[in-house]
């Protein structure tokens, strides 16, 4: 009997040393998750647009593999693609999910209805998908404005199923809107939202603010350039740096305004002010630039394109604010990942993403000093190589130029060298275009052979061989990691935890073995 008690109580001790310790740090990381998200999401960020008219879309797990190697940590769907949010559990990406204008009348007419999209698309996920907003619709008051009536009845009855969930403090419900929706945009000082829309604006308004919510506006300079050529320059709309004499200036506050965008987000702030409403953050949920167009679009293009949006990278990582709010920073989301193929002409509307969907840049960001954002900018090294799908003999003339007259240096790729291996023209090419690109200092139009090689940040190298901006990069590898304050932080934050971590084991330990202990001598 007495060795029965005695396993019995050893038992209890195991269970407790080793079970009630798990269970703690299991409650632990999940908080630590929420507390991190909602502490980063006190800072102005960038995040990206997912559109999904794209022929060949990466499958969601190759989606958010790449997220991650972009560090790109704030996205919006334009849905609640559900194979998506799976994907995202345990990256800490934040998501702002959609829902789409098709689906207002049947959220908008009804709570239990909302209340089971949450469930579905929210609860069912968070926390370890971070779902940080819910827009309700999109620009529903200018593309659909049979629509508007339902608008805040949905909004309204979302957030009481997040209010049902617990959920309503950490997810924020709001809905996306056009510029025109503000009329006499400059000066900013004398903005209005369209008076016709004031029915849904005050009580919308209204409930941003009580619960703490973000006005979400879609503003692009593009437009307002091509609306206005002769009376908007080009430079002021792209955060080009301005003479003073070129600056706007608004005639009743004397603002200087140097870009089109801080212009567009003031006229927000007035046009609220001029309701009544003081205390709700203007939130930039699209912008961007095409860097394609058709005949009537000359300035959609990869150099407009590439300034406009490395510009706004650094405009909101430089926490700069406004002229007449220099102390907030709006956020942006970047209108858009991918070029999206199979949108509808115009030309330009197929092409305003930062990436081709088969994920390779479509131009390289000029955002180096701008933090950690995007691996596709110039702070990283890039290499040149051949496209897919061009035929050999194409690949094989621009070979024998690169060799030849371009004065790559081909040596690798001889029989019995490093690189010959896979022996084909394709491979050869790349190594040899890159040799040429790194060599002409990868400057614009070094990659290009007619239109057979691109840019890539993915290292081609293999095996043995190493491609020639491979070597460059093994001498300076710590350019390509995480901003170095941010990492130290990381890292220090690591060492507090496993710290904390160590103090509670090293004491449950000790508690477990004296209680061994006290069994031990008492038997």
């Given at each position: ?150 608008l805040l009845p949905a ?67 593009y437009y307002v350039f ?190 019995g060298e490093s690189c ?104």
């Open positions: 009997m007495a060795n029965s008690k005695f396993i019995t109580y050893f038992i209890i001790i195991v269970l407790f040393c080793f079970t009630v310790p798990s269970t703690a740090k299991s409650s632990a990381l999940v908080q630590e998750i929420k507390q991190q998200s909602q502490e980063q999401d006190k800072e102005p960020f960038v995040g990206v647009n997912i559109g999904t008219d794209v022929s060949d879309l990466l499958s969601p797990t190759e989606l958010v593999s790449f997220l991650q190697v972009q560090r790109i940590s704030h996205i919006r769907l334009y849905d609640a693609n559900q194979d998506i949010l799976k994907a995202l559990a345990k990256t800490k990406i934040r998501v702002i999910i959609s829902v789409p204008n098709n689906q207002l009348l049947a959220i908008g007419s009804s709570n239990t209805t909302a209340a089971s999209w949450v469930g579905r698309n929210v609860v069912a996920y968070y926390p370890e998908t971070l779902i940080t907003g819910i827009a309700v619709g999109d620009e529903v008051l200018t593309t659909v404005p049979s629509s508007a009536p339902l909004i309204q009855s979302l957030y009481s199923a997040l209010v049902a969930a617990n959920l309503h403090t950490q997810i924020k419900v709001s809905t996306p809107h056009a510029a025109s929706i503000i009329l006499d945009t400059f000066p900013p000082s004398q903005a209005y939202f369209n008076q016709s829309l004031t029915s849904v604006m005050v009580p919308l308004l209204q409930f941003l603010s009580t619960t703490g919510s973000f006005l979400m506006m879609n503003l692009y300079p091509m609306e206005n050529k002769g009376v908007v320059p080009l430079d002021n709309s792209l955060f080009k740096p301005l003479t003073p004499s070129k600056e706007m200036v608004d005639p009743n506050t004397l603002l200087h305004y140097t870009n089109v965008l801080d212009a567009m987000i003031d006229a927000a702030y007035v046009s609220m002010k001029n309701l009544n409403v003081t205390d709700v953050v203007v939130l930039v949920s699209e912008s961007g630039w095409p860097s394609k167009g058709d005949s009537k679009e000359p300035y959609a293009s990869k150099d407009n394109a590439d300034t406009y949006n490395s510009n706004l990278i650094k405009l909101v990582l430089d926490r700069s604010g406004t002229p007449l709010h220099p102390e907030i920073t709006s956020s942006v989301y970047i209108y858009e990942l991918f070029n999206e193929d199979l949108r509808s002409p115009p030309t330009s509307e197929a092409n305003w993403g930062l990436f081709y969907s088969n994920s390779t840049p479509v131009y390289l960001l000029h955002v180096s000093g701008s933090g950690t954002f995007l691996a596709n900018d110039t702070t990283n090294q890039t290499f040149c190589i051949a496209m897919d799908g061009v035929d050999s003999k194409t690949l094989q003339t621009a070979l024998d130029w690169a060799c030849g007259p371009g004065r790559s240096n081909c040596s690798e790729i001889q029989p010959y291996q896979p022996n084909n023209v394709k491979n050869h090419a790349s190594y040899a275009f890159d040799s040429y690109y790194q060599k002409e200092g990868e400057t614009s139009g070094s990659c290009d052979f007619k239109g057979v090689a691109m840019i890539t940040t993915t290292d081609p190298s293999h095996g043995s061989c190493a491609f020639p901006g491979s070597k460059k990069v093994s001498s300076k590898k710590t350019g390509t990691i995480l901003n170095s304050t941010e990492a130290n932080g990381a890292g220090e934050r690591l060492k507090l935890n496993t710290f904390h971590s160590s103090q509670i084991s090293a004491s449950t330990v000790a508690f477990c073995i004296l209680l061994f202990i006290s069994f031990v001598t008492t038997r």
